[in-house]
């Protein structure tokens, strides 16, 4: 059994006490180990708050064992909003209850690497503690059984003008500042769109400070039952053009941008113009909407990607 301790070995220096807010649903098939790769942490200054979104399998009933063998104070267990999983997260995030030094997000069904936090925690530390900063990084692909597969694309350079069409900053690999939450809670977080996302675009907006890590830092588990999982390359070129074609893509857009247009006077002010001048691109049509993407210096990762998002203006899908 790990026990709270807020400080770290120096009894003169403060150790970061991270909040982890894990959302579960239907999840008793992995559960358990996630539950132990994150009692494996080598950073043990951590509480566990889970907010179970209604499951009937055998999800509270392995939650609550090892709430017993924990103890109340490590494991924090309690009742999601039945929204949905993005409702369900931003419950959690929202919830002034909840007090820390940093936030991390996790899923049900990874396998957290035992340095996952002390990586993240270290880079927070690092800087301004005044300002908001957001850590994010790669993961490693497995299959049902854990198997490898293959890691999640790698990141050339994170910023709004990014953040405004992609999300890069996957949820289960973000841990946030305790000014980042703050900043999260007081602007008030949507209600429709992803939160994961939101926080990118957020925290990227108001000039926050951003790290995608290189080196993965979780066993990403790819299975039947993933709310969002992670396809790459030329095999997810289908289901995106798809996405595409049936106009998923933009109502997803849409929803964020909405939330961002709302809350577009706490951005700063260059990326506010660059929201407007995106939205009022969008409004076009055809090439007339394809200059104006290009023109307002929005970007996707890869080529493919980009071009997709071109072609995507031009159909008026975007």
């Known amino acids: 059994m790990l026990d709270y301790c807020p400080y770290s070995d120096s009894a003169a220096t403060p150790a970061a006490h991270v909040a982890i807010l894990l959302c579960t649903y239907q999840g008793e098939v992995y559960l358990a180990e996630q539950l132990d790769s994150i009692a494996a942490q080598s950073h043990p200054h ?69 340095d996952k936090l002390a990586r993240a925690v270290a880079w927070l530390d690092a800087g301004d503690p005044k300002e908001p900063r957001l850590y994010s990084a790669r993961t490693r692909l497995v299959d049902a059984q854990g198997g490898f597969i293959g890691l999640s694309p790698g990141c050339r350079a994170p910023g709004f003008a990014n953040a405004l069409v992609q999300n890069i900053a996957s949820g289960n690999s973000m841990v946030l500042n305790a000014v980042a939450r703050q900043s999260l809670i007081e602007a008030g977080l949507p209600r429709a769109g992803l939160h994961d996302w939101w926080c990118y675009q957020w925290i990227s907006g108001i000039g926050g400070e951003l790290l995608f890590d290189s080196q993965p ?13 992670m396809q790459t390359g030329l095999i997810s070129l289908w289901p995106r053009m798809k996405r595409l074609w049936q106009g998923q893509h933009r109502l997803h857009l849409d929803a964020q941008l909405k939330a961002l247009e709302e809350r577009q006077a706490w951005l700063m002010p260059i990326h506010r113009q660059r929201l407007q001048a995106l939205q009022a691109a969008r409004r076009r049509r055809a090439l007339a909407c394809l200059y104006g993407v290009w023109q307002s210096g929005v970007y996707r990762q890869s080529w493919l990607g980009q071009w997709a998002m071109y072609l995507a203006a031009i159909l008026n899908k975007f």
């Open 46 to 114: 951590w509480t566990l708050w889970v907010s179970d979104d209604g499951s009937r399998d055998g999800t509270r009933d392995i939650l609550e064992a090892y709430q017993r063998r924990w103890g109340q104070h490590r494991l924090r267990l309690r009742q999601g909003p039945l929204q949905g999983f993005a409702a369900n997260f931003n419950s959690l995030l929202a919830d002034t209850n909840i007090q820390a030094d940093a936030f991390a997000l996790a899923d049900q069904d990874d396998i957290w690497h035992s």
């Open 217 to 229: 830092c979780l066993d990403y588990r790819q299975h039947g039952g993933n709310q969002i999982g």
